[in-house]
Antibody, heavy 118, light 108 residues
Framework: QVQLVQSGAEVKKPGASVKVSCKASGYIFTSHYVHWVRQAPGQGLEWMGIISPSDGFTTYAQKFQGRVTMTTDTSTSTVYMELSSLRSEDTAVYYC???????????WGQGTLVTVSS | DIQMTQSPSTLSASVGDRVTITCRASQTINNWLAWYQQKPGKAPKLLIYRASSLESGVPSRFSGSGSGTEFTLTISSLQPDDFATYYCQHYNTKYPYSFGQGTKLEIK
């Protein structure tokens, strides 16, 4: 069965970086893009970007351009999302999600809470 | 960027009611629209894709319709498990694949 297992919760200070991992299993890793979506406490879903594990193609939402980097390791079927220059407004649950092809999200990770606090 | 606007933001209804949530896109997205259900503390769950195709395993009381810029999600007879927050998302070829702001379905 398809599973996306994310790394554990993180607490970071303002200005630091965080790197969240997402290990995929149960499907052909290189055949499906992976999305990253975040959700601040009590807020809606915010699409951050997408990566193609087959060729490393990435597209990021303009809001995160220059601060976010998505990468993949095909040897371990793992996708990473690194967000730098963290501020308190980045406190959120970060989700990875498998795309159906390169489209919508059909399977989601369990989420990783990132707390930014001094 | 394509903006997605849902209405209403909150909806109060009773078990057995028929409810409809609307999602509007700021420009045409053909039928490249998905609907998700999210419960507190949980990841979203895919309900509908391509505007009207029901995801496998999703109860048939959920249905989607629309094309172009206006879309609806209908629950034909609300069940206790359906009280949650619902999001639409476009996946037109133009990134970003933005979400609507969400509709919280509450028990009346």
């Amino acid at each position: 069965q398809v599973q996306l297992v994310q790394s554990g919760a993180e607490v970071k200070k303002p200005g630091a970086s965080v790197k969240v991992s997402c290990k995929a299993s149960g499907y052909i890793f290189t055949s499906h893009y992976v999305h990253w979506v975040r959700q601040a406490p009590g807020q809606g879903l915010e699409w951050m970007g997408i990566i193609s594990p087959s060729d490393g193609f990435t597209t990021y939402a303009q809001k995160f351009q220059g601060r976010v980097t998505m990468t993949t390791d095909t040897s371990t079927s793992t996708v990473y999302m690194e967000l730098s220059s963290l501020r308190s407004e980045d406190t959120a649950v970060y989700y990875c999600a498998k795309a159906r092809g390169s489209w919508y999200e059909d399977y989601w990770g369990q989420g990783t809470l990132v707390t930014v606090s001094s | 960027d394509i903006q997605m606007t849902q209405s209403p933001s909150t909806l109060s209804a009773s078990v057995g009611d028929r409810v409809t949530i609307t999602c509007r896109a700021s420009q045409t997205i053909n039928n490249w629209l998905a609907w998700y259900q999210q419960k507190p503390g949980k990841a979203p769950k895919l309900l509908i894709y391509r505007a009207s195709s029901l995801e496998s395993g999703v109860p048939s009381r959920f249905s989607g319709s629309g094309s172009g810029t206006e879309f609806t999600l209908t629950i034909s007879s609300l069940q206790p498990d359906d009280f949650a927050t619902y999001y639409c998302q476009h996946y037109n070829t133009k990134y970003p694949y933005s979400f609507g702001q969400g509709t919280k379905l509450e028990i009346k």
